[in-house]
């Protein structure tokens, strides 16, 4: 597991954890990322971390399985020690946000207590202006709106983001991975590898792996011919095709899909298909044990040394460095 960011929190040997919960929330999203404390907590024999549940206004919180989180303290009564605030809210964001809710957010923001927003809880922090100037990230449906309700905000299109007492994720188990890289920064790298045994996970995800956002939501209103000349680049990652293979295959000049390209992409089609089998090399070295040589004929380089120069150029590190990592 590599170096993981640190984030500035108590010396307490217990973290008190704010868990404020909203009408609408995902209970996986919740869960993912609570339950990481809670079982690190269990497997260091010790409470690392207590979590204390908040609500909007006291009480239960339904959540959008119509299912309701047990009663917690109104949040108007968060305790001024906290040292961190997970904001677990429904995507999207209900247009009308508690004014005191919003302003309480500020307060703890300005006192130092560390903010995550899981879910729709990035978009609160933002409204509570605690993201500008920070990196931030949130599932990536709400990519275009965030963007344009909030461009103060360093938006990103990684799985998660870690940026000094601010983190936020894409949502879903993306909470999870989060927690456990803040667990490791913590606790350290074993304790953390240890609750992902403990939830069957094959690993920890790190931050800038990028969301598996649909091809059609990424390229929004795009022509056809656009769509379609993705789609046969992610279908042929071990045997690349030319541009002019690609263009004869979709019944338009070379020039057309450059045109397209460059319009809706900002890239050539070269550039962009190496990006392509270049982010697959990295999954690859991440995710399996294959030598090093095998992904390069698996993501359509001719040799190994093609394959190091051109990852090292785009990544900044080698392919035996990734593996160190």
């Not at 404020?20 to 809670?38: D, N």
């Not at 933002?126 to 990536?140: I, K, M, N």
């Not at 769509?227 to 990652?237: C, S």
């Given at each position: 597991?590599?170096?993981?960011p ?5 010396t ?6 704010g868990a ?22 269990q ?16 009480g239960?919180t ?26 677990c ?11 005191a ?7 703890l923001?300005?006192?130092g ?12 922090l ?15 449906q ?10 103060r905000?360093?938006?990103?299109q ?9 983190l ?8 999870m991975?989060?927690?456990m ?15 992902s045994e403990?939830?069957v ?11 598996q ?27 690349p095709?030319?541009t002019?293979?690609?263009?004869e ?26 990006d ?28 190994p ?21």
């Open positions: 597991m590599p170096d993981t640190t984030v500035t929190l108590s307490s040997a217990t973290r008190r954890v404020l919960t909203l009408p609408g929330f995902s209970l996986l999203a919740q869960a993912c990322a609570l339950e990481p404390l809670v079982m690190a907590n497997l260091a024999g010790r409470r690392l971390y207590r979590v204390l549940a908040y609500s909007s206004g006291g239960e339904p959540s959008l399985a119509e299912l309701s989180l047990a009663a917690g303290k109104p949040f108007d009564e968060a305790e001024a020690e906290l040292d961190m605030l997970v904001v809210a429904p995507t999207p964001l209900s247009a009308n946000a508690d004014g809710l919003v302003a309480r957010l500020r307060a923001g300005r006192s207590v560390v903010l995550v927003g899981v879910g729709g809880g990035t978009e609160l933002a409204r509570a202006g605690v993201l500008d100037g920070y990196r931030a990230t949130l599932p990536w709400r990519f275009t709106a965030f963007t344009r309700d909030f461009p905000v360093r938006l990103s990684q799985l998660f983001e870690i940026d000094r007492d601010r936020t994720c894409g949502g879903g188990t993306a909470a991975d989060m927690m890289t803040l667990i490791a920064s913590h606790h350290g790298n074993e304790l953390a590898e240890r609750v403990h939830f996970l094959e690993r920890i995800r790190m931050a800038d792996e990028p969301q956002v649909p091809l059609r939501a990424r390229l929004g209103h795009a022509p056809a011919p656009l769509v379609d000349a993705v789609m046969l680049m992610e279908a042929n990652i071990e045997e095709l030319t002019h293979e690609l263009a295959h979709l019944g338009i000049s070379r020039r057309q899909l450059e045109r397209l390209f460059k319009k809706y992409l900002q890239a050539v089609p070269g550039r962009y298909y190496l392509l089998r270049l982010q697959e090399a990295r999954r690859l070295l991440r995710d399996s044990d294959l030598p090093a040589g095998e992904i390069a004929m698996k993501t359509g380089f001719s040799s040394a093609h394959f190091s120069t051109a990852y090292r150029n785009h990544f900044g590190v080698t392919p035996r460095e990734e593996r160190l990592h």
